[in-house]
T-cell receptor
């Protein structure tokens, strides 16, 4: 009964390919997020979705596009992969409101672009 | 702009030592939330604690304790009698009430506990 799950766990691909990472949460949360963790362990938010509405979009290349078919899922699609996209990508979710609720993270997807 | 500083990049201790991980934050908001997460070698991010800006009460959970001091904008984390299993990267994070769900992480502190 995993709260936030991501697939795949590992992804190795060639430059120029298009790939997707899936995320699902069974916590009933309204907001989901994508973070990128680089090789130096620095965590940076990429996107968040609240009820299918994008509410944060950091300076992320438009090759990255989040897609949310419903509030339990937020998938990350990446076009024309580049070497610099190699990182660990984490999905997270929380229930927003007047009291900032804790974000719970998925296990991460380790992306390696060759 | 919000900012979280974890000045200690790496700390190494011997088992059973106490260790404190520092976290200093910057914010203009009066209402904000602070978090600590643990990232063990297996890579997942594990939530440890959340603290609201209007609650300065320190917290203890087993060997873990947190010292929140608004006067110095710090939210330090102490592990008492450290164990090898405590070896991980620890992240401090800040979320402002005015900044819709945006959570900013510090750079992390890598703690190594040697037997």
């Amino acid at each position: 009964d995993t709260a936030v799950s991501q697939t795949p766990k590992y992804l190795v691909t060639q430059m120029g390919n298009d790939k997707s990472i899936k995320c699902e949460q069974n916590l009933g949360h309204d907001t989901m997020y994508w973070y990128k963790q680089d090789s130096k362990k620095f965590l940076k938010i990429m996107f968040s979705y609240n009820n299918k509405e994008l509410i944060i979009n950091e300076t992320v290349p438009n090759r990255f596009s989040p897609k949310s078919p419903d509030k339990a899922h937020l998938n990350l699609h990446i076009n024309s992969l580049e070497l610099g996209d190699s990182a660990v990508y984490f999905c997270a979710s929380n229930q927003p409101g007047p009291i900032r609720e804790t974000q719970y993270f998925g296990p991460g997807t380790r992306l390696l672009v060759l | 702009a919000q900012k979280v500083t974890q000045a200690q990049t790496e700390i190494s201790v011997v088992e059973k030592e106490d260790v404190t991980l520092d976290c200093v934050y910057e914010t203009r908001d009066t209402t904000y939330y602070l978090f600590w997460y643990k990232q063990p070698p297996s890579g997942e991010l594990v939530f440890l604690i959340r603290r609201n800006s209007f609650d300065e009460q320190n917290e203890i959970s087993g060997r873990y304790s947190w010292n929140f001091q608004k006067s110095t904008s710090s939210f330090n984390f102490t592990i008492t009698a450290s164990q090898v299993v405590d070896s991980a990267v620890y992240f401090c994070a800040l979320s402002e009430a005015s900044n819709n769900n945006d959570m900013r992480f510090g750079a992390g502190t890598r703690l190594t506990v040697k037997p």
